[in-house]
């Protein structure tokens, strides 16, 4: 319980965190057992720090479902969602229930055949992982947010400035619906049926259910202690052990071992298996809480699919001409739309972890298959010219790792001006926001009319940061970034050096 604690609490600090505590090799390393994400970052690098999958599976044929019990974030959230809930009503026993693995290896199989399509779309919505980043982002964050507001806030009031305030710049509410939806789910499954999700709707549960029935130590009731008392099924928080016929599907097993500190008579042992796996044939009759389940995600999904997207909130009014993106916008690193949207499994730690929350979760950005991946919404904020955050940790290879200088050439799109949209057209004003705020200068301002200056694009030179449609003042943007479907090298800006004439007389020669 200390380990699966330990790191539930690390998982739970790297989403929430806004200080940049921890390294990137720190975070590698607290995310090197995560199953999918590590098998998505091998495949993209085929480097040997993304083998934490090949351990967790070798684990997995020795002891069991040792990652559902230890190392998964959102197994280990059931688990504590189970104890507080115990707290405040009598503590539900549970009994056996029969498997339904027609159910859980239609899912798997349907993740891997769409997997080998090139879409993660079920990883999107069914990994563990990625599923407890999207509840740890959109509903503990905004709370860990406002305990250390009220924090800086209490404090200052005794001049006490160890705090400071944090201010969220943009939220995605379809986001926070499907992961309220979801965490809501989860929540009544665990009351219902304990470890339920995990052994009928999790498409890595299943996985490891299936490397399980050949592990080397299993649990088994000793026959010749065992008196059928029950005590250990009505313990047993995956509900797999029959106690009336003495027999444990280890396939459903998540290794938490309660059965064993529960167990009177030593009657349950945990041992070098000697005989093959049982399997059950499977029960039609026993999936009702799969339906539910189904029918209550459709309905959250159909929630989240109806909030309208960004881009139908341009004005389209006063002769203005709207904003039309061709390709969205992915972070640095991250090399095409195609390789971003078939590795990301929408964790959304690059959401947490960017400082200037430029990184948004999507929604229809890139078509349905990609919902809820992130993009960067230039409406929220600009790519810092000088971070590389997003590609430091992401933890399946869909942002790669940047160098700095690399990045600042990177071309993640490029800006076009509409000139009918511009206040230095329309009304005749002096503006030059977006010039100001280009870190390459790529938008400089040229002479338009009585003295005015109009913007003007020097596409060599533009890598899409965003700083100047951010910048830009007027509904719809007169400036913006079109995305680029595979990402460029932009020219390095010329750096013109600037000559003055010193009279080594004066005082201030400067």
Known sequence: MGVSLLFFLLFSFLFVDFTSAFS?????????????????????TLAV????????????????????????????????????????????????????????????????????????????????????????SNLFRPLWYF?????????????????????????????????????????????KHG????????????????????????????????????????????ECIDTKNKKVDFSRCVGCLNCLTACPSSGVKFSVSRSKPVVEKTNSMDENPRRNFLKNATLVAGGV??????????????????????YTIIPPGALSIDHFTNSCTACHLCVSACPTHVIQPSLFQYGLKGMLQPYLDYHTHFCNFECTICSDVCPTGAILPIGLEEKKLTQLGISKFIKENCVVYTDEKDCGACSEHCPTKAVNMVFYKNDLKIPEVTKEICIGCGACEYA???????????????????????????????????????
């Open 24 to 44: 990137p090799k720190i975070i590698n390393g607290i995310l090197f057992f995560q199953f999918v994400p590590s098998f998505l970052k091998f495949i993209n």
């Open 49 to 136: 720090i993304s083998i934490g999958f090949i351990v967790v599976f070798v684990l997995t044929l020795l002891f069991g479902r040792v990652y559902c019990s230890f190392l998964c974030p959102l197994g280990t959230l059931q688990d504590v969602l189970w104890n507080l809930a115990s707290r405040f009503k009598k503590r539900k026993r549970f009994k056996f229930q029969p498997h339904r693995n027609l159910i859980r290896y239609s899912i798997l199989g349907i993740t891997i055949i769409i997997l080998l399509f090139g879409s993660v779309l079920f990883l999107n919505l069914l990994d563990p992982y990625s599923l407890f980043g999207k509840i740890s």
């Open 147 to 191: 305990i250390n507001n009220t924090g800086a806030w209490v404090l200052g009031k005794f001049e006490n400035y160890s705090l400071y305030r944090v201010e969220m710049k943009s939220y995605s509410w379809a986001s926070f619906g499907y992961s309220l939806g979801v965490f809501g789910l989860i929540l009544w499954l665990v009351y």
């Open 195 to 238: 470890r339920l999700y995990c052994n009928t709707v999790c498409p890595v549960g299943a996985f490891l259910g299936l490397a399980a029935k050949f592990s080397l130590f299993r649990i088994r009731l000793d026959e010749t202690v065992c008196n059928s008392c029950g005590i250990c099924g009505s313990n047993c928080k995956a």
């Open 305 to 326: 699919m109806t909030v309208a997207g960004d881009a139908f909130a341009e004005g389209l009014s006063d002769g203005k001409i709207p904003v039309k993106k061709e």
């Open 472 to 510: 830009c003042p007027t509904t719809p943007k007169s400036i913006y970034v079109d995305g680029n479907p595979i990402h460029k090298l932009a020219e390095k800006p010329k750096i013109e050096k600037i000559e003055t004439e010193v009279n080594p007389e004066d005082d201030f020669p400067f």
